[in-house]
């Protein structure tokens, strides 16, 4: 059994290792890319039942950003959505015989951090402007300033590491217990594996939203008191 | 434990892509749709709304319609009933004026005809009074002579007053019988009434057989009358009065 702590390359792109977790994204990628193609052209004003489940994710999806943000979810809907869903189709990969979740390995969780810790600063810098947003680490005192620095890495780096290590040990401890026991014992730790994949992807897309939220609450509290009475 | 770089960077570049991808294909699309459905569903409340209202409105206006007709059906009813009367009143005002008419009429026709139904009992009761009497007479002979009624005569002159009485003997004076008297009755009557009125007299004799028997004296002031005729009259002339009266 290989570890999940190391990438094996499946092939070359040049110099280009490809990996099984990109390979599995293109995979999850193009999945979602024709169902969406496939859904968006048969959207209609009538909603046939994956219309409707595909609404009321979407629906699920703009009220969690609204009740975290308290704005129009609109500019995180693509961000925010695409990282639940995404986490969540990878995390559900170890139902596939052969096939790792992408999730299980360090450089997408890393890739998943680093996209949410850049919007998070690029959201606050449109909220708030760059001095804004530079402003904002030092409060409630300038004494906070390497502390606020430190919690952007470290509640980065967190977010990072949860998500890897719930899913890498699920995958791990299913393929212990599989090299130890029958075919059919891991079933249950797969089950529980979907519960904690999804657990998971919700727990990554709500603290992304908060992260966001966070950065730019500042800015959209200065936004409504200019709106007119 | 190592990361590999070119991983970490691939699936950050894929993880890019998705967000755009899934943003454009998918949430935009569903955000939209939702929105639209969101926008159609009010439009139709709306709608609805409105076509409430303007089925409210002219619920109003049909209830507003229906009280004028209403109006106008009480007032054409009135002014029918008003029309009615003044027509009824009309005519019975008509057929009073109408009746009244013909009542006054039938009464002056009734008066008429009572009149010439007494007029003609009364000349009949009267024919039959001279008949009755003529043949009376004939069964009586004396009461035809002119001495019997004589008396009678002088008396009424005697009743005048003197002024009457004295004009009476002054101007001619023509006493009619009811038959020719003789020479001996009519020497007799001059006597008498030159005796009654106290002079000689221009008296001249005449005839009239209607008197049925009697005398009867005229002159130009006054006509003195003692006969059957006279007295037939009287009693008519009074029965009419008593009828009358």
Not at chain 2, 31 to 39: P, S, T
């Amino acid at each position: 059994m290989n570890s999940p702590l190391v990438l094996e390359p499946l092939f070359h792109v040049g110099p280009v290792p490809v990996t099984q977790p990109v390979v599995v994204t293109w995979v999850i990628m193009a999945a979602l890319l024709a169902g969406s193609l496939w859904l968006r052209r048969h959207l209609t004003m009538r909603p046939s039942r994956v219309q409707a489940v595909a609404e009321m994710i979407a629906g699920t999806i703009d009220g969690q950003i609204r009740e975290v943000i308290l704005s129009d979810p609109a500019p995180y809907r693509g961000l925010i959505g695409t990282i639940l869903i995404y986490v969540l189709i990878a995390n559900w990969c170890s139902l596939v015989p052969g096939i790792e979740p992408p999730t299980a390995h360090l450089e997408t969780d890393a890739a998943l951090g680093l996209i949410v810790l850049v919007a998070t600063i690029a959201y606050g810098i449109r909220a708030r402007g760059l001095v804004g947003y530079l402003k904002s680490f030092a409060e409630p005192t300038w004494v906070m300033i390497p502390l606020n620095l430190v919690e952007q890495i470290t509640r980065s780096f967190s977010l990072i590491i949860r998500l890897f290590g719930n899913v890498m040990s699920g995958v791990f401890v299913v393929g212990i217990i599989l090299s130890l026991a029958g075919l059919l014992v891991p079933i249950p730790l797969m089950a529980l594996d979907l519960l904690t994949g999804a657990v998971q992807a919700y727990i990554f897309a709500i603290l992304a939203t908060v992260f966001i939220g966070a950065a730019v609450s500042e800015g959209n509290d200065r936004t409504e008191k200019d709106k007119p009475a | 434990m190592t990361i590999d770089w070119w991983t970490l960077g691939l699936q950050t570049i894929n993880l890019l892509v998705l967000v755009a991808l899934l943003g454009h294909f998918l949430l935009k699309p569903l955000a939209a749709i939702v929105a639209a459905r969101q926008a159609e569903a009010q439009r139709l409340l709306d709608e609805a709304a409105s076509a409430r209202d303007q089925a409210q409105s002219e619920s109003k206006a049909l209830d507003a319609e229906r009280d004028k007709l209403a109006a106008e059906k009480a007032a054409t009813l009135a002014a029918a009933e008003a029309e009615a009367q003044e027509q009824r009143k009309a005519l019975l005002d008509g057929a009073r004026a109408e009746a009244d008419t013909a009542r006054a009429e039938a009464e002056a026709k009734a008066k008429g005809l009572l009149a010439e139904a007494d007029s003609e009992i009364g000349l009949r009761a009267r024919l039959l009074a001279a008949d009755i009497t003529a043949r009376l007479l004939a069964r009586a002979p004396g009461l035809t002579r002119a001495e019997a009624w004589l008396p009678g005569l002088v008396e009424a002159l005697g009743a005048l007053p003197d002024a009457t009485r004295a004009r009476i003997a002054q101007g001619p004076i023509t006493l009619t019988f009811a038959r020719t008297p003789d020479e001996a009755t009519r020497q007799t009557c001059r006597q008498t009434l030159e005796t009654a009125l106290g002079q000689t007299l221009d008296l001249t004799f005449a005839e009239d057989p209607t008197l049925i028997a009697g005398l009867e004296l005229s002159s130009a002031d006054a006509i003195v009358r003692n006969n059957l005729r006279a007295d037939l009259d009287h009693i008519a002339t009074r029965e009419d009065h008593d009828e009358r009266g």
